[in-house]
């Protein structure tokens, strides 16, 4: 006879417990929040691409309205400026048809006088011998056989050069350079001139 449990089947091979290939429910939370985000985000992404898209496109729109308003008040104020300019710019004296645009050699007074008419409104040099001069009116005469010219020399840009002419006596004869303009119906003269420079 054997010994006693020989009879008994060998013991079979043991069953070993492996790894879980997924956690228990509780026991590994992080990797579920984990996996929800990156799920969470594969979603969204999409959407947040489209919206800031859309947003790109807007401000691309928004930049080209303001360049387009930029070049309107530039054009604007060009033309301002011009039409300033224009209104700035000193006006063209009326000339009557026929009349010369300027007279570059020195007159006589009788010469101006005798061409009065052709030479009104137009620059002229004129010469004479001085007459009374006028303090209360800035102005002084010029004398001749044929008439008086009458000088008004209250816009000359030489303030001392007025001061002389009111101040001094004049016995030199006179070189005006000036605008011939009609008399103001009170004076003698019968052609006025507006100086722009006097020499004596």
């Not at 004296?93 to 009788?110: C, D, I, M, R, Y």
């Not at 209360?136 to 000359?156: A, D, I, T, W, Y």
């Amino acid at each position: 006879m054997g010994m006693p449990g020989a009879w008994m089947k060998e013991p079979g091979p043991k069953l070993v417990n492996s790894p879980r290939l997924w956690p228990r429910p509780g026991n590994s939370p992080l990797l579920v929040w984990v996996l929800l985000l990156l799920l969470c985000t594969s979603c969204t992404s999409p959407k947040l691409e489209e919206e800031l898209r859309k947003e790109n496109q807007a401000l691309k729109a928004e930049i080209t309205a303001l360049k387009e308003k930029v070049a309107q008040l530039e054009a604007g104020q060009q033309q301002l400026a011009g039409q300033l300019a224009k209104l700035t710019a000193p006006p063209e004296l009326s000339q009557p048809p026929g009349a010369s645009p300027g007279v570059t050699e020195p007159l006589s007074v009788g010469q101006l006088l005798k061409d009065r008419d052709r030479l009104m409104g137009t620059r002229v040099i004129v010469q004479g011998e001085p007459g009374p001069v006028m303090m209360h009116r800035k102005s002084l005469l010029l004398k001749s056989p044929q008439g008086l010219v009458e000088v008004f020399f209250g816009n000359l840009p030489d303030k001392k050069q007025m001061h002389r002419l009111t101040s001094q006596n004049l016995t030199r004869p006179l070189t005006v350079t000036g605008t011939v303009q009609p008399p103001s119906g009170q004076d003698p003269a019968t052609v006025r001139v507006i100086a722009e420079a006097v020499e004596f």
